[in-house]
Nanobody, 124 residues
């Protein structure tokens, strides 16, 4: 079993920054790709960013490129999402997820483990 616990969400003004963390336990964290997803009210869950097991391969959704940075610390079993220049449209519940693969090119169905989510609200 894998447990993922997100933290770092909150309320911020447009243009501000937040850093989300996701602490993992229960299996060898460094063997698997990780990702951040988000879901706004009334919308589907979308992938925001993903990172390979080694951290060398990274991919972002077009909507966050240049503003968000995903990273991981395998020694701490933690993945991060640094969010800068936040916009009201970034408001959503953010989830971290652990893949069953080491590389990033997998569909959402390959992410077998999910955190409980953390709310990010960006005011205009």
């Amino acid at each position: 079993q894998v447990q993922l616990v997100e933290s770092g969400g909150g309320l911020v003004q447009a243009g501000g920054s937040l850093r989300l963390s996701c602490a993992a336990s229960g299996r060898t964290f460094s063997n698997y790709a990780m990702a951040w997803f988000r879901q706004a009210p009334g919308k589907e869950r979308d992938r925001v960013a993903r990172i390979s097991s080694s951290g060398l391969s990274i991919d972002y959704a077009d909507s966050v490129k240049g503003r968000f940075t995903i990273s991981r610390d395998n020694a701490k079993n933690t993945v991060y999402l640094q969010m800068n220049s936040l916009k009201p449209e970034d408001t959503a519940v953010y989830y971290c997820a652990a893949s069953t693969k080491a590389h990033i090119y997998t569909p959402p169905s390959q992410y077998a483990y999910w955190g409980q989510g953390t709310q990010v609200t960006v005011s205009s």
